[in-house]
């Protein structure tokens, strides 16, 4: 089946650190892998995706690469942000429509 | 413009009661995805509509969760004989299309289902 493991939380972080959570993942087919990202009180919002392997996805300062020979999709920033305190889910499609999430990964950045 | 929007935005109901809940997409996308998000969970698939019909609603736990979109639209999700199992948040996506690795599905802020 399809499956997407990910870095088990809480991350507490103090600002201007870097950022990485773990992501791999099992699929049947050819996946695209996605990370979304839930801010306090608001809805899931897509932070970045790539559709084929060795893409890099980025926003906001984020940045994802999609390796096929590890079958990972690791999320990282540079340099955090209070205001990047949020749950963040890697999640793929192997049929462009049906999204299969990992458990999320709650991270915290301390002023 | 407007994003996908979901009402109510909390439910608390009885064990056995019946519930609906609904979802209204953002316009003119014509894909539309319902999941169910336990606690400390990441979101789970339960069905996904292209236009009216249920192209595949593999994900429905059993024969108690039902869903429609009947214009092509607004998609009510139902609940029948409700269990305390069912309380979870309960996601709505839509997205142009479907079937598009382009594509981007937009949730809109669930329903937090409570069965006492």
Redesign the interface.
Known sequence: GNSVTQMEGPVTLSEEAFLTINCTYTATGYPSLFWYVQYPGEGLQLLLKATKADDKGSNKGFEATYRKETTSFHLEKGSVQVSDSAVYFCALSVNDYKLSFGAGTTVTVRA | GA??SQTPSNKVTEKGKYVELRCDPISGHT?L?W?RQSL??????LI?FQGTGA??DS?LPNDRFFAVRPEGSVSTLKIQRTERGDSAVY?C?S?LR?????????????TRLTVL
């Open positions: 994003g996908v894909a995805y999941y400390g969970q990441g979101p789970e698939f996904y192209a595949d994900g996601l996506a997205s479907a079937g598009r690795r382009t594509d981007t599905q937009y949730f809109g802020p669930g």
